[in-house]
């Protein structure tokens, strides 16, 4: 059973139920409309109501007979909230394109050592390790710590696209949830990145540079303490990481905006009727 708008003090107000409607002192002549209606008509000319309401149907041509103010018949209402639930789709549709993009680098001296993409991290169980000298392959191969994290903050970005074209509040409702599940899970995939390769990298830096904090004299004078302390093998995270993290944050606003607007409104003071 769908819900109205009705016009009231010249602006839609709503939707209601019919119910909700009825308790407020819906008439004949009320303007109402539901997706569907190409424009506001009279609610005795709307089957469900005129039903409801105990009147015979009139007929159709004579719908505009009272209604002479310009303008109340131009303008087809906008459904609350659809400038939201677009806010809300786009913001995830981006936050899936940014998983095409590098998630993190591993670096040394420019060279790109060692680089995944939110996609790969999701799909792939290793990767392999370039040579920081000339760039080539080693043969080496880094396991992927997060790939089942990382999988699902994939599928529920994905979910969270659909969710925008389910009806109701369960659209806004899906989204919400899809959001805070993918953002929880993309900041999993960095603690577990961090936990894991972090202790790797600085293992890395100290067996090729030496270890700036000891030395058997208590200062650290070997030719690559300076390089060490620069921590010339680095890890940094890129747009595959902040891009989903900033649209994840927007999707949760816009959703929780969106649902407030498409939850049907209390009542309780009633619904000012034609």
């Known amino acids: 059973m769908p ?7 010249g602006q839609g107000q709503g939707p209601y139920t019919v119910d909700q409607l009825l308790q407020s002192g819906l008439n004949a002549e009320t303007l109402v409309w539901t997706e569907g209606m190409l424009q ?24 505009y007979q009272n209604y002479a103010t310009p303008g109340v018949y131009a303008a087809r209402p906008r459904t609350p909230g659809a400038g939201l639930k677009w806010g809300s789709f786009s913001t995830m549709l981006v936050a899936l394109l940014c998983f095409f993009a590098p998630f993190f680098n591993i670096t040394c001296a420019g060279t790109r050592l060692l680089s995944a ?7 792939k169980g290793d990767s392999e390790v ?9 043969g080496r191969k880094e396991q992927n710590p997060a790939q089942m994290m990382a999988l699902v903050a994939l599928l529920a970005t994905v979910a969270g696209v659909v969710a925008a074209f389910l009806p109701g509040k369960i659209g806004p409702m899906a989204l919400v949830g899809c959001a805070l599940v993918a953002a929880i899970c993309v900041f999993m995939v960095k603690a577990k990145i961090d936990s894991v390769t972090g202790p790797k990298i600085e293992a890395e830096n100290k067996s090729a540079f030496g270890d700036p904090t000891t030395s058997s004299s208590g200062a650290n004078n070997s030719p690559g303490a300076a390089l060490a302390g620069a921590r010339v093998i680095q890890l940094d995270y890129s747009l595959g990481f902040f891009g989903p993290v ?18 049907p409104k209390d009542q309780s003071g009633g619904a000012a009727a034609g």
């Open 130 to 138: 370039k040579n920081p000298i000339d760039g080539s392959g080693t």
């Open 117 to 123: 993409s939110g996609i790969e991290l999701a799909t």
């Open 3 to 9: 819900n109205y708008q009705v016009w009231t003090n």
């Open 40 to 63: 506001w008509t009279p609610a005795r000319l709307v089957p469900e109501l005129s039903a409801r309401l105990g009147v015979p149907m009139s007929s159709p041509q004579t719908m």
């Open 246 to 263: 900033v649209m994840y944050i927007a999707a949760l606003v816009l959703g929780v905006f969106w649902l407030m607007k498409a939850a």
